[in-house]
């Protein structure tokens, strides 16, 4: 099957897995996957949706871009939050409800499976999981379907929404 690139032309990640572990956030949330970053991957601001995009948690030097200033994980030395004195921290945890309950996946379970296999493993199971089979890009963990090639799915789902309301 064969992969897109995963951020349109912009080919300043030439190296496909340094690109994807620089995509996993501190908590454990697989930042390629996020509708955000795909917003502007698929340049969906062009196409008639109108979302901020995000470059992933890690982009432009930051660490994570979620949590408190005061979190360890901006202020210290670590890389993922279960490196942290206080993880699983109330923050880390709500988190991890939302995303248990909205979206179908656990970051702490991803944190643990970093933690025990290690990134590489984690990455290639995130690849496994989340790859259309239709097209082979990323499908987007918060709207369960392919941004690449089923585009045409959330723009009926958001205009039956806007029928409804």
Known sequence: MKRTNLYGDNRRFSNYRAFREQMIAPCGMDCALCYGFQVGQYDLNHKG????????????G???KHFKPDCPIKTQSVSFCFECPDYPCPALKSLDYRYRQKNHMSLLENLKMIQKEGLDAFVTSQDQKWTCEKCGALRCCHKSLCLNCELDLLQK????????Q
């Open 62 to 64: 930051h660490q994570c």
């Open 157 to 164: 789902k958001r205009s039956i929404n806007k029928k409804v």
């Open 49 to 60: 949706f109108h979302n901020k995009s995000c470059l992933g948690c890690r982009s432009e």
